[in-house]
Nanobody, 123 residues
Framework: QVQLVESGGGLVQAGGSLRLSCAASGGTFSTYYMTWFRQAPGKEREFVAAISWNRVNTWYSDSVKGRFTISRDNAKNTVYLQMSTLKPEDTAVYYC????????????????WGQGTQVTVSP
């Protein structure tokens, strides 16, 4: 069974940066599409970014494009989300999710999920 564990969340001022990590175990990480989603209080979960298994392709939501960068290290079974120029509206619980197949932005379709890490951006 694949397990995903996020880390790196915290409190940061607007304009600051954070790097989230998601460590995988129990599966063939190097073959999975990996994604980041987020959910703010009272809002639906939304897609943030995704990366193909071979790092060739990345995708971003319009709200984070140009500010966030997704990457992965298959040797370390870890996917990252570098977040820069953070805004208060980026405040949310961030989740990583993975699957053998590219499920696009449909979070419910991804097979594996982490427990989430809180990111809070103060004005």
């Amino acid at each position: 069974q694949v397990q995903l564990v996020e880390s790196g969340g915290g409190l940061v001022q607007a304009g600051g940066s954070l790097r989230l990590s998601c460590a995988a175990s129990g599966g063939t990480f190097s073959t999975y599409y990996m994604t980041w989603f987020r959910q703010a209080p009272g809002k639906e979960r939304e897609f943030v970014a995704a990366i193909s298994w071979n790092r060739v392709n990345t995708w971003y939501s319009d709200s984070v494009k140009g500010r966030f960068t997704i990457s992965r290290d298959n040797a370390k079974n870890t996917v990252y989300l570098q977040m820069s120029t953070l805004k208060p509206e980026d405040t949310a619980v961030y989740y990583c999710a993975g699957d053998r197949y590219n499920r696009g932005t449909k979070g419910s379709a991804y097979a594996y999920w982490g427990q989430g890490t809180q990111v809070t951006v103060s004005p």
